[in-house]
């Protein structure tokens, strides 16, 4: 789960990636996280001697020329010349509503930049797109930032990942394979190989994509979480360096996803209109407690007047007040009005007592990011 302004050090959650619990992605041979990109961050800091950050500076950077790039909230936020991130959170669900800025020192955890901490300009990220068109070489070089064979391992499916279903009109749009990397997804569209990755913090959103056989290479990114135009415009030019008449991809991309939205929204709306009035089964005082995930670490669950409330220690903004739902569910609902809510449903034990916690989001369309289905609490004392 994406820990927003974490107060565990990257260490810390590195250490933690052993409990982590089985899902449906993992069942089925894959599942992405950033744990894993934070766990190689931390692996650089253990064998070179430094940290992730000044690692990335002296060997990345510095020698693509790249003087307008960051990784650290302290750079980030020194230069006034920077993106700030948006989001739509007025509306029934994310992503639905009004666009508007975000709090940028509450969407920011320091502790995952391997995974997703890089600012870069437009003319730093050419030099790296150029470097890996080229094989490693760097551009008006003779010198190399990595050899032609670790750009080929890079370049070599390492994982089967399942290939994306998409509606009849993205029919041109639909790979026939799907492949993991080294960082790297590897796919088709229209018959050329496609080397790329998506991404997105918070608020923000880019994507790359490399045709090898056209020496072209793309970047896009936004500063907002309508990621439908970066997906509309990178498949407009891709058609455009192949060869393909314009087919109106950010138009299709857009109406695909208000689609989606307006039924997660209807969902949600159908589910809160009508919960069961039954519950909650304790006094309030006796769901009170610390509770213990072996991964996440420790919830709190206090009292707050009348009514419950839910502390997450390690992400600042996801505390709030728990509103009851239906039996021994209650609704989380966050600080900040960008994390997802969720449910949190109390399980009692025969001794009438709660021995343990689970979550679901709220919202259908939740970013997978938001996993808390993978959590399981009990309660601190026990666990101890």
Same mark, same amino acid.
């Given at each position: 789960?994406?820990?927003?302004?974490?107060?565990?050090?990257?260490?810390?959650?590195?250490?933690?990636?052993? $409990?982590?619990? !089985?899902?449906?992605?993992?069942? =089925?041979?894959?599942? $992405?996280?950033?744990? %894993?990109?934070?766990?190689? &961050?931390?692996?650089?800091?253990?064998?070179?001697?430094?940290?992730?950050?000044?690692?990335?500076?002296?060997?990345?950077?510095?020698?693509?020329?790249?003087?307008? =790039?960051?990784?650290?909230?302290?750079?980030?936020?020194?230069?006034?010349?920077?993106?700030?991130?948006?989001? +739509?959170?007025?509306? !029934?669900?994310?992503?639905?509503?009004?666009?508007?800025?975000?709090?940028?020192?509450?969407?920011?955890?320091?502790?995952?930049?391997?995974?997703?901490?890089?600012?870069?300009?437009?003319?730093?990220? =050419?030099?790296?797109? %150029?470097?890996? %068109?080229?094989?490693?070489?760097?551009?008006?070089?003779?010198?190399?930032?990595?050899?032609?064979?670790?750009?080929?391992?890079? #370049?070599?499916?390492?994982?089967?990942?399942?290939? !994306?279903? @998409?509606?009849?009109?993205?029919?041109?749009?639909?790979?026939?394979?799907?492949?993991?990397?080294?960082?790297?997804?590897?796919?088709?569209?229209?018959?050329?190989?496609?080397?790329?990755?998506?991404?997105?913090?918070?608020? =923000?959103? *880019?994507?790359?994509?490399? %045709?090898?056989?056209?020496?072209? &290479?793309?970047?896009?990114? /936004?500063?907002?979480?309508?990621?439908?135009?970066?997906?509309?415009?990178? @498949?407009?030019?891709?058609?455009?360096?192949?060869?393909? !008449?314009?087919?109106?991809?950010?138009?299709?991309?857009?109406?695909?996803?208000?689609?989606?939205?307006?039924?997660?929204?209807?969902?949600? +709306?159908? *589910?809160? *209109?009508?919960?069961?009035?039954?519950?909650?089964?304790?006094?309030?005082?006796? @769901?009170?407690?610390?509770?213990?995930?072996? #991964?996440?670490?420790?919830?709190?669950?206090?009292?707050?007047?009348?009514?419950?409330?839910?502390?997450?220690?390690?992400?600042?903004?996801?505390?709030?007040?728990?509103?009851?739902?239906?039996?021994?569910?209650? +609704?989380?609902?966050?600080?900040?009005? #960008?994390?997802?809510?969720?449910?949190?449903?109390?399980?009692?034990?025969?001794?009438?007592?709660?021995?343990?916690?689970?979550?679901?989001?709220? /919202?259908?369309?939740?970013?997978?990011?938001?996993?808390?289905?993978?959590?399981?609490?009990?309660?601190?004392? *026990?666990?101890?």
């Amino acid at each position: 789960m994406f820990l927003p302004n974490s107060t565990l050090s990257r260490k810390e959650t590195v250490r933690r990636i052993r $409990y982590l619990k !089985p899902t449906s992605s993992f069942r =089925s041979g894959y599942a $992405y996280d950033n744990i %894993l990109y934070m766990a190689a &961050g931390q692996l650089i800091e253990e064998v070179s001697g430094k940290t992730w950050e000044q690692y990335i500076h002296d060997h990345v950077f510095g020698p693509l020329g790249m003087k307008s =790039s960051t990784n650290t909230d302290k750079e980030f936020q020194a230069n006034p010349n920077h993106a700030r991130p948006h989001s +739509r959170n007025d509306g !029934p669900v994310h992503g639905m509503g009004t666009q508007a800025p975000l709090d940028e020192n509450a969407t920011i955890a320091q502790n995952a930049a391997p995974a997703g901490g890089l600012a870069i300009s437009a003319n730093d990220m =050419s030099q790296w797109l %150029l470097t890996q %068109l080229g094989r490693g070489k760097i551009p008006g070089s003779e010198k190399r930032l990595f050899s032609k064979e670790q750009s080929e391992q890079m #370049w070599t499916g390492a994982v089967i990942t399942p290939v !994306p279903q @998409y509606p009849p009109e993205f029919a041109a749009a639909q790979p026939h394979y799907d492949l993991y990397a080294l960082g790297w997804d590897l796919s088709d569209y229209r018959g050329a190989q496609v080397v790329g990755h998506d991404g997105a913090v918070l608020g =923000s959103q *880019a994507t790359v994509a490399l %045709l090898p056989e056209k020496n072209v &290479g793309i970047f896009i990114a /936004s500063n907002s979480e309508d990621g439908e135009i970066i997906r509309g415009l990178l @498949y407009e030019l891709l058609d455009h360096y192949l060869g393909h !008449p314009q087919a109106h991809w950010p138009e299709k991309w857009h109406a695909f996803k208000v689609a989606r939205l307006n039924a997660a929204a209807k969902a949600v +709306r159908t *589910a809160e *209109a009508k919960p069961t009035k039954i519950g909650p089964s304790l006094p309030l005082a006796n @769901y009170v407690g610390d509770y213990t995930d072996p #991964w996440y670490g420790t919830i709190k669950v206090r009292q707050a007047g009348h009514n419950l409330a839910i502390e997450f220690p390690h992400s600042t903004g996801m505390e709030g007040p728990l509103t009851h739902y239906q039996y021994d569910t209650f +609704r989380m609902n966050p600080s900040l009005d #960008w994390v997802e809510p969720a449910y949190v449903t109390f399980s009692i034990g025969a001794d009438g007592k709660v021995n343990r916690i689970t979550m679901k989001p709220v /919202s259908p369309r939740a970013d997978f990011s938001w996993d808390y289905q993978d959590l399981l609490f009990t309660p601190a004392a *026990a666990s101890k």
